[in-house]
């Protein structure tokens, strides 16, 4: 199947459901965030993207989610309330 063919099914998939159109590429960004998010681990989904680093992935993915953001300030300051103890 061709990009265009492929870009063209998506966009009226989107049409057809009422949604803003996207780029198809967007579903590449979704799909490794919502991996980051659930915790897999960063080596899983650098292979798949074809990326050559690890460094490399995370540069592209990891400032996109404000969930995980939270999460490592969240365990920050769990670890430091311990250090404190």
């Known amino acids: 199947m061709t990009k265009s063919t492929l870009a063209n099914a998506f966009q009226r998939i989107l049409k057809n459901d009422g949604l803003p159109p996207l780029p198809i590429h967007s579903t590449r960004h979704t799909h490794a965030v919502l991996?980051?998010?659930?915790?897999?681990?960063?080596?899983?989904?650098?292979?798949?993207?074809?990326?050559?680093?690890?460094?490399?992935?995370?540069?592209?993915?990891?400032?996109?989610?404000?969930?995980?953001?939270?999460?490592?300030?969240?365990?920050?300051e769990e670890h430091m309330k311990n250090v404190l103890e």
């Open 35 to 76: 991996q980051m998010e659930a915790g897999a681990d960063m080596k899983y989904i650098q292979e798949p993207l074809g990326y050559g680093s690890i460094s490399n992935t995370s540069d592209v993915y990891f400032h996109i989610s404000k969930k995980i953001e939270k999460d490592r300030m969240n365990k920050f």
